[in-house]
């Protein structure tokens, strides 16, 4: 499946809220060491460290580059992994997306 249609059975699913763009809390201050498969990152402003899969990890550092929305994450996500089934990629970038939000590490700004 090629990115595109991921996105389209990704607007198609509802997964994908409406005019809202992620980026980074700018407010945090995250200091990264990578372990095999795995990324532990501290943020020192708070001091709370989290542990990341490779997956969480590079939406979150997409998302330190600057404003994206849900569509661009899933396209960007589905070209970084290659040869995937791009229909698991949206549920997968939305419960990210989630976590981060809770986390208070990713922030929403209206389109």
Not at 5 to 21: C, D, R, V, Y
Not at 30 to 56: A, N, P
Not at 81 to 93: E, F, H, K, N
Request: aromatic fraction near 10%.
């Amino acid at each position: 499946m090629s990115p595109a249609s991921a996105f389209t059975s990704f607007e198609a699913s509802g997964l994908m809220p409406g005019g809202k763009l992620f980026f980074q809390n700018p407010l945090v201050a995250l200091h990264w060491r990578s372990f095999e498969e795995e990324f532990v990152v501290f943020d020192q402003l708070s001091g709370i460290t989290y542990r990341f899969d490779v997956l969480k990890a590079f939406v979150l550092d997409v998302l330190a580059q600057g404003l994206h929305s849900e569509a661009s994450l899933v396209l960007q996500v589905v070209e970084h992994l290659g040869s995937v089934d791009a229909t698991a990629i949206p549920p997968l970038v939305h419960n990210i997306l989630e976590e981060l939000l809770g986390a208070g590490l990713v922030e929403v700004a209206e389109a």
